[in-house]
C-alpha cells in the first residue's frame, strides 16, 4: 500500500472515478485474494457470518489512507462482492422490515464509514496541502528575503566603499587646496594640479590670464593625444566672449559650449575674482571622460574656477602689499623691494660724503637645502647670524624667497673690511648649522659698490671691482 507523501506528491496521477489507479488497484487486488481465500479455505459464503466483516475493515483502512472517493468505490465494490448473490437466508419468524435492515444494514454502515473515515481523511490532506502551500509562499518569501538581504550587503558595501572613496577625495581635495594657498602668483598655476586631477581626472588642461583684451596661455598639460592648446584668444572669439565677457561654463554638451569651444576643449570656465566679479583668465579642459559632464562635476569646476580666481587675486595682492613693506613678516631683514630704495640712498650719500660702500651676498644652493629641516630652519639661521653679526649701520636684505639670496650693504666698509665681515659670518653660520647637525651649501661673495675718486667721477651705477670668495658649508 503507497504511503499518504505518494498519494499527495502527484498531482498529476491518472485515476479511476476519481479514485487513484494505484488505490483502486490495491482494492481489486485485496478483494480478489479475499474471495479467492474464501473460496479454497472456507466455507465460499464470502465472510458473511463474520463479525466484523473483512471488507468492511479494508475499506475503513482504504477511506482512511485515501480519502472519500478510494473509500466509497471500495465500500460500493465491496457490497456488490459481498452481497451480490448472496444474500442471507430469511428467517420465516422475521418480518419482512427487519429483514430489509439486516441485509442493508452492513452496506450502508460501510458506505457511512467510507465518508466520514474518507472525508476527515481529505480534510487532512487539503489541510496538509495548505500547510504545503504555506510552506512554499514562505521558502520563497525567505529566498526573496535573503535575495534582498544579498543585494543589501552588496549595496552597503559598494556606499562603504564609496564613502571611504569619498573621504579619500575631501582628503586629496584638501591637501591640494593647501598648496593653492600659495603668497606668490608665479606658484598659483603651477600648484593647482593636484586639485583639477583630484576634481576632474583630466588628460589634458590649459590655463590662460586675461591681458586686456585677449587671454594668453601660461599653463599647458597634456597627454600627447590632444592637439596643443592655442597660445592666445582675442576678443573677438566666441569662447573668450562667452568665458571673459559673459562669465558662462561652457562644454560641448550643449550646442552654445560646442559653438564656443569648437575642437579646442571639452569645457572651459572663468577664474572669477569672487569679490569683485572680475574674470582674471580661463582654465580650459582639452581632455577628459564625458561622463564627468554631470551637473555634480560642473558645479565642482565652476567652484575651482573660483578658488583658484581667488588664491591668484589674494597673491596679486599679496605682492602688491610687498612692494610697499620695508621688512620681511616676522623678520629683522629688510625686504626685497625695498632695496632698490635703500641701495639709491645709500650711494648717493656715499657720494656726498665720499664714502666706501660693499656689499655681501649670500647665497644658497637650493640642491643642498632639500630635507625639510634644512629648508625650515636655514632661513632663521640665516637671520640670526646677518643680524647679530654686523654693524647698526649695516642693512641686510631677505631675497631668499625669490633667488635664495640675502644681501648686506655695508656703507663705510674698504673691501677689506669687506672680508673681514664675510669670514665672520661663515664661522657664525658654520657653528650654527654644526650645533644643529644640519648642513646646506652657501656662498658668500662680495663686491665694491661705490669709492670715491679724486675727479669726482659718478660711477655707483656700476661696480668698480668685484672679489668673490665662495664658501661652501
Known amino acids: 500500500m503507497t504511503s ?218 597634456t597627454d600627447g593625444k590632444t592637439p596643443d592648446a592655442l597660445q592666445r584668444y582675442g576678443a573677438d572669439t566666441a569662447l573668450y566672449r562667452a568665458v571673459v565677457t559673459h562669465k558662462q561654463v561652457v562644454h560641448v554638451a550643449t550646442p552654445e559650449g560646442l559653438e564656443a569651444l569648437g575642437r579646442d576643449g571639452i569645457l572651459a570656465g572663468p577664474l572669477l575674482d569672487t569679490a569683485t566679479g572680475t574674470a582674471l583668465g580661463m582654465l580650459k579642459i582639452e581632455g577628459m571622460p564625458l561622463t564627468m559632464l554631470r551637473a555634480d562635476a560642473l558645479h565642482a569646476f565652476r567652484a575651482l574656477c573660483e578658488w583658484i580666481g581667488s588664491a591668484y587675486r589674494n597673491a596679486q595682492r599679496y605682492e602688491d602689499a610687498n612692494r610697499s613693506r620695508v621688512s620681511a613678516p616676522g623678520s629683522q631683514l629688510f625686504t626685497d623691494a625695498y632695496y632698490k630704495t635703500v641701495s639709491t640712498f645709500v650711494l648717493a650719500l656715499a657720494e656726498r660724503a665720499r664714502f666706501e660702500v660693499t656689499q655681501l651676498t649670500l647665497r644658497v644652493s637650493q640642491e643642498s637645502t632639500r630635507s625639510g629641516a634644512a629648508l625650515d630652519t636655514l632661513p632663521a639661521i640665516i637671520e640670526k647670524v646677518v643680524t647679530g653679526g654686523l654693524r647698526s649701520t649695516d642693512l641686510a636684505f631677505d631675497y631668499h624667497k625669490a633667488r635664495g639670496e640675502y644681501l648686506v650693504i655695508l656703507p663705510m666698509t674698504q673691501a677689506a673690511n669687506g672680508q673681514i665681515v664675510a669670514d665672520r659670518l661663515r664661522s657664525k653660520i658654520d657653528h650654527d648649522l654644526a650645533e644643529q647637525g644640519l648642513s646646506a651649501t652657501i656662498s658668500i661673495t662680495f663686491e665694491t659698490l661705490y669709492v670715491p675718486t679724486p675727479d669726482d667721477v659718478k660711477p655707483w651705477h656700476r661696480p668698480l671691482f668685484r672679489r668673490t670668495a665662495p664658501y661652501t658649508i
Open 4 to 221: 499518504p507523501a505518494a498519494r499527495l506528491a502527484p498531482a498529476s496521477e491518472r485515476s479511476f472515478l476519481g479514485v487513484p489507479r494505484s488505490a483502486a488497484a490495491e482494492i481489486v487486488v485485496f478483494y480478489a485474494a479475499a474471495l479467492v481465500v474464501d473460496a479454497l479455505l472456507l466455507d465460499g459464503t464470502r465472510f458473511r457470518d463474520l463479525a466484523p466483516h473483512p471488507f468492511w475493515l479494508f475499506l475503513l483502512v482504504i477511506a482512511a489512507h485515501y480519502g472519500t472517493a478510494a473509500g466509497v468505490f471500495a465500500a460500493v465494490l465491496g457490497t456488490l462482492l459481498a452481497f451480490m448473490g448472496n444474500l442471507p437466508p430469511r428467517d420465516p419468524l422475521v418480518n419482512q422490515s427487519a429483514y430489509l435492515l439486516a441485509v442493508l444494514g452492513k452496506p450502508v454502515l460501510w458506505f457511512a464509514s467510507a465518508v466520514v473515515l474518507g472525508e476527515l481523511r481529505t480534510r487532512q490532506e487539503r489541510t496538509k496541502l495548505a500547510l504545503q502551500a504555506q510552506l512554499t509562499d514562505l521558502q520563497a518569501q525567505t529566498s526573496g528575503l535573503q535575495l534582498a538581504n544579498d543585494d543589501l550587503a552588496r549595496t552597503n558595501e559598494r556606499l562603504r566603499t564609496s564613502a571611504a572613496g569619498q573621504i579619500q577625495t575631501a582628503v586629496t581635495l584638501v591637501e591640494a587646496a593647501r598648496t593653492v594657498e600659495t603668497q606668490e602668483t608665479s606658484s598659483v598655476f603651477s600648484s593647482v594640479d593636484g586639485l583639477i586631477q583630484t576634481l576632474l581626472t583630466p588628460t589634458a588642461y590649459s590655463i590662460y590670464l586675461h591681458g586686456g583684451d585677449h587671454l594668453d596661455l601660461v599653463v599647458h598639460t
